[in-house]
């Protein structure tokens, strides 16, 4: 596998330390995709990680591995201790004795935690400082502490670069057998890039509802229908300098087009949305209007999450979309990660 390397940035020497225990399930779980026909969503888009997943058991997901570079990311853990975060599996990200620590321009995103690898790694014989590839990480976890969800991206080769993400329920579900239900909150993401290098931060709303009444089960093994939107985006570079007005500026003038705002990302209503243990996977699109009144296709992609709790109370999710509307690049890609809510039962605005 040949992926170019889009060129290092020489920078002070930076050590580190840590260790920890793995948040995420790999020790527990398989890292082939389940083709068993036990209610889960069949579908070759669901992320590979727990091969028999049940509405009682965790259930983990990561990134699926391909020749581009994604998916590569592993062993992911995070040492609460001493707040910081390791990933394997990933070259010139430092030493293994050398974990990630708290971003020193952005340290967080929308309430979620970002980290960054070292600049530069000592050679082993002579210590001779080495040039790293940049590497930047978002890990969030719930409020209860039972879904959590990593994001690990490069930025620093001509095309996406080696990576991944992760996301992952801690104990099970129970899914409500009728009505409806809201979750609201936040979400954080990096934006990475193909025909250059590069790495930007996002942040976003985003809301999901949930039928649980429909579809029909004698239709098929269909658990309910998802919709959602992922709104209010935001764009920063790596010194966190918003720069959504920049890229907006590109767009317009690329597209012929007078948008004030990155474009709402929806979901798309499908059966096999939703199974019984949980688990949502499905397509995610957006559009805006250019200044001749022709609608235009900004993005697509795919969403992916994972209910928890009693009467489904918590969703972790991830969010990737791509789109070559930005002249800057041949494709841009935004991964975003979230943990949102349910509002409990009373509460008000």
Wanted: glycine fraction near 14%; charge should be negative.
């Amino acid at each position: 596998m040949k992926i170019n390397a889009a060129g290092l940035l020489l920078c002070t020497f930076l050590a580190g330390c840590g260790g920890g225990s793995a948040p995420f399930g790999e020790d527990e779980t398989t890292t082939e995709e389940d083709t068993s026909t036990d209610g889960s969503i069949e579908n070759e888009g669901r992320p590979p990680g727990t091969s028999e997943p049940q509405p009682n058991n965790s259930i983990f997901r990561r990134e699926a591995e391909d020749e581009e570079g994604n998916g590569f990311a592993r062993n992911i853990s995070y040492d609460a201790e001493n707040d910081t975060f390791t990933v394997d599996n990933l070259p010139f990200d430092g030493g293994e004795d050398t974990p990630y620590i708290r971003g020193a321009a952005v340290g967080q995103l929308s309430g979620y935690a970002v980290y960054e690898a070292v600049d530069q790694y000592p050679d082993s014989q002579n210590g001779e400082p080495i040039n790293q590839a940049r590497h930047r990480a978002i890990y969030g976890i719930s409020e209860s502490g039972n879904t959590e969800f990593a994001i690990v991206r490069t930025g620093a080769y001509v095309n996406y670069g080696f990576g991944g993400f992760l996301y992952e329920r801690n104990g099970g579900v129970t899914l409500p057998t009728s009505g409806q239900a809201l979750y609201e909150g936040r979400g954080a993401g990096l934006r990475d890039f193909k025909g250059r290098g590069g790495l930007e931060y996002t942040t976003s709303s985003v809301q999901v509802a949930i039928d649980f009444d429909d579809f029909n089960a004698d239709t098929g093994r269909y658990e309910g229908a998802v919709t959602g939107i992922m709104f209010d985006r935001r764009i920063y570079d790596l010194d966190g300098t918003e720069i959504t007005g920049d890229v907006l500026a590109r767009i317009n003038e690329s597209n012929d087009s007078s948008l004030t705002a990155i474009p709402t990302a929806v979901f798309t209503v499908s059966t096999n949305s939703l199974d019984a243990n949980g688990e949502l996977l499905g397509s995610v699109s957006s559009r805006f209007t250019n200044n001749s009144g022709d609608g235009v296709e900004y993005e697509t992609g795919t969403y992916y999450g994972i209910l928890s709790g009693d009467n489904a109370q918590e969703l972790v999710g991830i969010i990737v979309t791509e789109h070559s509307r930005d002249p800057s690049a041949d494709t841009t890609r935004e991964t975003t990660g979230f943990t949102i809510y349910r509002a409990p039962a009373g509460a008000t605005e």
